[in-house]
């Protein structure tokens, strides 16, 4: 998923972990767009509507840079599989809040507007999914997060899992206590029903 020699991502985790910046913005960078699409799939309308995704991102990342010293984790994989983790964990906090909160309905924000890099978006979505124009408005990414929020929750999961946490089945079936098997098949019928809710080709 980076492009990168195996004795490169090598050097790359070793000094991420010994706590050097440059490492460690290195692999945020290249996980920013997949992470960017995993907060957008993974939050719910509410907090969509409520939260801009762009801050929480920065919030993810500028958490990660604090105390990514102290994780041990040995591949792009691992660290990944931590990156996600930690942003689920962040939407969740987020829900919480706002339950407790009841926030004032005035202060939120356009979502269609609100989407940055509208192309870096579109790439990770298209991971999944293609789109039947070549190129994907901001109403279009928009209108794929609106059908994905139909989906089950078990399928949000599956599909986020596999494409951008970039997980195996034999990982996924671990995370969500199924075997690869189940894994698989879950993520055809997850695919599938995205397809018919949204008129999209599955990737």
């Known amino acids: ?7 490169e991502t090598g050097t790359l985790i070793a000094a991420a972990r010994t706590g ?59 660290f990944r599989k931590w990156l996600f ?3 689920e964990n962040k939407l969740r906090n ?9 926030r004032d309905p ?20 298209q991971t999944f999914c293609r789109p039947s124009q070549a190129a994907i408005a901001r109403e279009e990414i928009a209108r794929i997060e609106a059908v994905f929020d139909q989906l089950p929750p078990h399928y949000r999961e599956v599909i986020t899992l596999s494409y951008l946490v970039g997980l195996s089945h034999a990982e996924i079936g671990e995370q969500m206590g199924r075997t690869p098997a189940a894994s698989r098949s879950l993520l055809n019928r997850a695919l599938a029903r995205l397809a018919t809710l949204s008129d999209l080709e599955p990737g």
């Open 1 to 7: 998923m980076t492009g990168r020699e195996p004795h």
């Open 20 to 78: 050097q910046r440059a490492a460690i913005e290195a692999l945020l960078v290249e996980n920013l767009p997949a992470l960017r699409a995993f907060i957008r799939l993974r939050a719910t309308p509410r907090i969509r509507a409520r939260e801009s995704c762009s801050d929480l991102v920065q919030s993810v990342c500028r958490e990660i840079l604090h105390r990514m010293p102290a994780v041990e984790f040995a591949s792009d994989a691992a």
């Open 85 to 87: 983790s930690w942003a």
């Open 94 to 102: 987020r829900l919480r809040f706002q339950a407790a909160a009841k």
């Open 106 to 125: 005035g202060k939120e924000v356009d979502a269609p507007t609100e989407i940055r890099n509208p192309g870096q978006l579109a790439s990770s979505h």
